[in-house]
């Protein structure tokens, strides 16, 4: 990894915000791109933490200030991830399903969706079933995204498919799924349309569902 993005990695995982913001401005001065600082320097960082909680090496505490740092560096990236200009007329409810506080992976995703000239009402963390539902009558979305972290969430979203479906709105819009526990296989199994394993193959997707 080279030695900016690597120092963007260590900022994360020390769960230290200014070094992240300063890390992720060096590495943008020095000529990186904001999609390798994410992909070679955030992202990776996560996954690190996460091995770390795994190994008893890091507590929720740690976690928690390596998501924050993360969050300042996302943010930064932000506005040169989102594009600005004429949008492809689509809208997507994008949310993490109930019961799960995990919101970095949903948000990249939406970041990425609106990037590709989407437009994504993003509901957060947590978010039920009559939510979603509400969401979908609110904002007439040819996409439903929902986001799961956890084994013990990822069933949250049938119940959130189903809740639409008895709501009369499943057959004017299209539901993809991701997250780390997820697969194409459990995907079809709920009855979703899609599942995407990251946020870039999310927009793929997104985009072969709306025929773009
Ligand atoms: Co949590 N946590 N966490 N956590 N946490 C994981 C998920 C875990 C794998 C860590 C571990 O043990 N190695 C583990 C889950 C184990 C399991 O279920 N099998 C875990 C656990 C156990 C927990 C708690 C239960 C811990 C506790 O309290 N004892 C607790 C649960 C709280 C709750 O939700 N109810 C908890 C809490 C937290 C924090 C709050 C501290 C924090 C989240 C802060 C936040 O999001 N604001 C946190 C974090 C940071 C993590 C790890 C370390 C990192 C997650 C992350 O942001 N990754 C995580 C370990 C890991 O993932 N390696 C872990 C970076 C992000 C870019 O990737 O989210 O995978 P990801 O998103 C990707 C893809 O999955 C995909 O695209 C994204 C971008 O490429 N994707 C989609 C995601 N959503 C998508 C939707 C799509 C398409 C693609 O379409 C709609």
Redesign the pocket.
């Known amino acids: 990894m080279p030695k900016n993005l690597d120092d963007v990695f260590e900022a994360v995982v020390a769960g230290d915000r200014n070094r992240v913001e300063a890390t992720v401005e060096g590495a943008l001065q020095d000529g990186s791109s904001p999609e390798s600082i994410l992909k070679e320097g955030l ?1 990776p960082a ?2 690190e ?3 770390r ?2 190994s008893c090496e890091f507590y ?1 505490p740690e ?2 200030a ?2 924050r740092a ?2 300042a560096g996302l943010t930064q990236l932000r506005p040169r991830l989102v594009r600005s200009g004429p949008t492809a007329g689509s809208r997507v409810v ?1 949310g993490t399903v109930q ?8 948000s ?2 939406g970041m990425m969706l609106e990037g590709a000239g989407l437009e994504v009402y993003d509901l957060g963390t947590d978010v039920s079933p009559a939510r979603f539902v509400q969401a979908v009558r609110d904002h007439q979305p040819a996409i439903v ?3 799961a ?5 990822m069933g949250q979203m049938q119940p959130t498919i189903a809740a639409i479906e008895q709501a009369g709105l499943r057959r004017q819009l299209k539901v ?6 997820l697969s194409e296989a459990y995907a079809s199994v709920i009855g979703a349309d899609g599942y ?4 870039s193959r ?1 927009v793929t997707l997104t985009r072969r569902l709306l025929g773009l």
């Open positions: 992202v996560m996954d933490v996460g091995r909680f795994e929720v976690m928690m390596a998501a993360m969050k994008l019961g799960d506080m995990h919101d970095i992976g949903k990249l995703v995204g929902l986001s972290l956890l084994t013990t969430t993809i799924v991701g997250g780390a526990p995407a394993p990251d946020a999310a």
